[in-house]
Every structure is written in C-alpha cells, then in structure tokens.
C-alpha cells in the first residue's frame, strides 16, 4: 500500500496550490482519505478527509472555505486544492487513509509534500 502526495512548493499568501495523493495497493472503498499537517514546533493536525464512499467532506475550522478536498476514483487520486494561502498554512502535507475519521487512528500514511507560504 503506498499513498505518494505530491504538488508542494513555494507560492506568495494569497496564492493557490494543489496537492495530490495517489493511492495505490489496495482498495480505499472503504476508507476516508485524508490530509494533515504539521508546522516546524507543532504537533501534526487534521485538515480534512472525504469519504470514498459518499465523497462527503469534513474540515478544520482553520482551512474551511478556503481548502477543497476530491477525490478521483478512476484515477485512484485524492487533491487537496488550497486557496487564499496564509504564512500560517505552512507546512509539512501529509494524505492518509482512515477507516473511521473519529479516531486518532490513521490506518496508512503517505510521505509529506513541503508547502511554504511567504508573506
């Protein structure tokens, strides 16, 4: 099972950025695909996840209206589209894949993509 995120970079506050996962070595039919983060000092947190299911979605309060999180299945591909970039946004992105959202536990991880934010 692999998750490879992708798409980080350097972009100005104000910007836009697009990460993508794919997800590969099993199927996430079952799964809620995630996206945390983790800023140099700071422990990781949660951004958002969408069900594979439902494709419903559920993120912080601190990305809400500015993040989208879809997913592609026949691709096998999970985006993380962010809008309105702060400084703050900066940081280590990591996707995973959840069995159930509710918990602490994150069944598979994905290696970071660094997204920087200048101000």
């Known amino acids: 099972v692999q998750l490879q995120a992708s798409g980080g970079g350097l972009v100005q506050a104000g910007g836009s950025l697009r990460l993508s996962c794919a997800a590969t070595?099993?199927?996430?039919?079952?799964?809620?695909m995630g996206w945390f983060r983790q800023s140099p000092g700071k422990e990781r947190e949660f951004v958002g996840c969408?069900?594979?299911?439902?494709?419903?979605?559920t993120y912080a309060n601190s990305v809400k209206g500015r993040f989208t999180i879809s997913r592609d299945s026949a691709k096998n591909m999970v985006y993380l589209q962010m809008s309105s970039l702060k400084p703050e946004d900066t940081a280590v992105y990591y996707c995973a894949a959840q069995r159930n959202p509710n918990t602490a536990q994150v069944d598979y991880w994905g290696q970071g993509t660094l997204v920087t934010v200048s101000s």
């Open positions: 070595g099993r199927s996430f039919s079952h799964f809620f």
């Open positions: 969408i069900s594979w299911s439902d494709d419903s979605t």
